[in-house]
């Protein structure tokens, strides 16, 4: 077993989940998203037969405990999560999840942090952050940021990973309030405080 969690358990006795990480390479970082989000009742990937949301497709919630494709979520997966919240309004809240508490130093330690990738990817990391990029779009001069996401810069990471993980280490910047996530330029989520209201179970 990769990793387990109950289906919409947060709100129950059931609000368990497992998952493991060899403690210095970030692995299980996919799996721990993956359980939280199906514990908040988040869908799993399963449907063949929708386009965009099947295993093949590549999203956080296609593959059970592994690493997948992509760093986010799906449309099926993001539809889910608001009918969730949609049959919860007027509910009593069961869990508060406050999101600008102050977090400590461990909290947002990323590869690219830990392995000192800052100087080597210094070049990359600025020419995005100034939007003056690697790689332009035919005509229109857009920056192609994927691709800046693609480079491997930082030897110490490489070397860690005995030439197994390609790309810029996650957590480099990428542009504007981006970062480099799974090869993928992703923006950073805001900053903010809120309740949920996801209904209590009444077996608690």
Known sequence: ??????AFGVC??????????????????PAAV??????????????RDKPGCTPKDGHVMSRNGEPTQYPSFSECSKRSWDERTLM??????????NLSSTE????????????????PCQN???????????????????????DICKTSCCPDYDK???????????????GPA???????????????SEVSALPTDSET
């Open 104 to 119: 400590s130093p461990s909290e947002n330690m990323t590869p690219y942090k830990l392995f000192n990738c800052s100087e």
């Open 160 to 174: 860690h990973f005995n030439g197994k993980k390609t790309g810029a280490p996650d957590g480099m910047p990428c």
């Open 88 to 97: 919860s309004l007027g509910e009593q809240p069961c869990y508060k999840l």
């Open 124 to 146: 990359i990391s600025q020419r995005s952050e100034n939007n003056a990029c690697n790689v332009l779009l035919d005509g229109n001069g857009d920056c192609k940021t994927d």
């Open 34 to 47: 993956q359980q939280i989000a199906n514990l908040l009742g988040i869908n799993w990937d399963d449907k």
């Open 12 to 29: 129950s006795r059931w609000r368990v989940a497992l998952s493991s990480d060899d403690g210095k390479t970030f692995s299980g970082v």
């Open 1 to 6: 077993m990769k990793a387990a969690s109950y």
């Open 178 to 192: 981006q970062v480099c996530l799974q090869q993928v330029c992703v923006k950073l989520p805001e900053q903010r």
